[in-house]
């Protein structure tokens, strides 16, 4: 997989959960949700689609490389459970590990695609 196809696909994802979750409550599956959670889906969605598609490729593997660490940092913190940000993303074990999965495969594209 290419960084340019994992920004595209991955900006369409989180876009479309980001606006979904508007209209689920608190909960998207078995992922907890509130409006901020849904903002920063859909703002980092954005990110990465200008990554992959505005900017011809070029920024999007350092793209891929700052939000797999931040998605990395995301989920140390849901499972360390700092308060603040579980209570402010209400964040869930699901979204913990789906944050490291992102995470990892987001970083490993970024550095070795």
Avoid: C, E, Q, R
Wanted: charged share 5%; proline share 1%.
């Amino acid at each position: 997989m290419t960084n340019v196809m994992w920004a595209k696909i991955l900006g369409v994802v989180l876009v479309l959960v980001g606006l979904f979750g508007f209209f689920t409550g608190d909960m998207l599956l078995w992922f907890g949700v509130n409006p901020v959670h849904n903002v920063v889906h859909v703002l980092t969605g954005l990110i990465l689609l200008w990554a992959g598609f505005g900017t011809g490729g070029v920024h999007a593997k350092m793209t891929n490389i700052v939000f797999g660490i931040v998605y990395l940092l995301v989920a140390i913190v849901g499972f360390v459970n700092v308060a603040a940000l579980v209570d402010l993303l209400a964040l869930n074990a699901a979204d913990n590990w789906l944050h490291l999965l992102i995470g990892v495969v987001s970083t490993a594209i970024g550095l070795w695609a």
